[in-house]
């Protein structure tokens, strides 16, 4: 009867078919989490004022979502930090550059296999990182950007992560760290023709990501991301 009923189990699981990211709906989840992220640090820095204390700004481990801005008002990214000095062992590969509304911006997947001394003394860290980081005009929006922690260069624990980052002349970037079958995608926009762009990858990782330029005047309709054989992975309309 056991036999059986394993043999069952094995002819359902190979009919399973993977469901696609649900990006719209993490990118409605992000948004939440950063109104709510603001208004508790609001707080914490109205109660610093009161006690005369300065507040050091601290790098934290965020991931990708954190940075998703808020529609109604979100707070522009401010584009002047310096480079990050090499780390050694550090490998980058470019995602994604051109030029959107006048202005220049470009995204770098980087894989630190050690946590830089400098991206958050005092705190503990992880094993290492893996980060996107976007230039704008030239200015970088931080030393190391959006990062995420992880045990290895095979790690998967990035995979699935969706969000948007605000440029300050209005336009943003849409970007993807998506599943691994995942080597391109096609946005569609309400007001403006597609834009298809390829999944850039790590070499000698398994660090992939994809980044689309958004106008100011554009309206995203929906996301269609590919594999290596131009199927369809998954459709979400945004």
């Known amino acids: 009867m056991t036999d059986r009923l394993h043999e069952a189990l094995a002819r ?3 009919r399973v ?3 696609p990211a649900p990006v719209a ?3 409605r989840s992000g948004r939440a989490r950063r109104t709510r992220r603001r208004r508790v640090l609001t ?3 109205a109660a610093a004022v009161v006690a005369g204390v300065a507040v050091g700004a601290r790098a934290g481990l965020l991931a990708l979502l954190p940075d998703v801005p808020d529609p109604a008002g979100p707070p522009r990214v401010r584009f002047a930090a310096a480079p990050p000095p090499p780390v050694e062992g550090e490998l980058s590969q470019t995602v994604g550059s051109g030029v959107v509304d006048g202005a220049t911006w470009s995204v770098t997947l980087t894989y630190y296999p050690t946590v830089p001394a400098d991206y958050a003394p005092g705190e503990k860290t992880p094993a290492g990182l893996v980060c996107l980081r976007t ?3 030239g200015r970088a ?4 950007g959006a990062c995420a922690g992880v ?4 790690d998967q624990s990035p995979r699935g992560m969706y969000g948007e980052r605000t440029l300050p002349n209005g336009a943003r970037l849409f970007l993807a760290q998506p599943a691994a079958a995942v080597v391109g995608a096609t946005m569609t926009f309400g007001n403006a023709a597609p834009t298809t762009v390829t999944a850039a990858t790590v070499p000698g990782t398994d660090f992939t990501a994809y980044a689309v330029p958004v106008p100011a005047a554009s309206h995203m309709s929906a996301l269609d991301e590919y594999d290596a054989q131009h ?3 998954g459709h979400q309309n945004l």
């Open 17 to 19: 078919t993977p469901s």
């Open 141 to 144: 929006d931080s030393p190391y």
């Open 43 to 45: 707080g914490v820095a």
């Open 12 to 14: 359902s699981a190979g």
């Open 25 to 27: 709906e993490i990118l």
């Open 151 to 154: 045990k290895g260069p095979t």
């Open 135 to 137: 230039v704008f005009d």
């Open 231 to 233: 199927k369809a992975v």
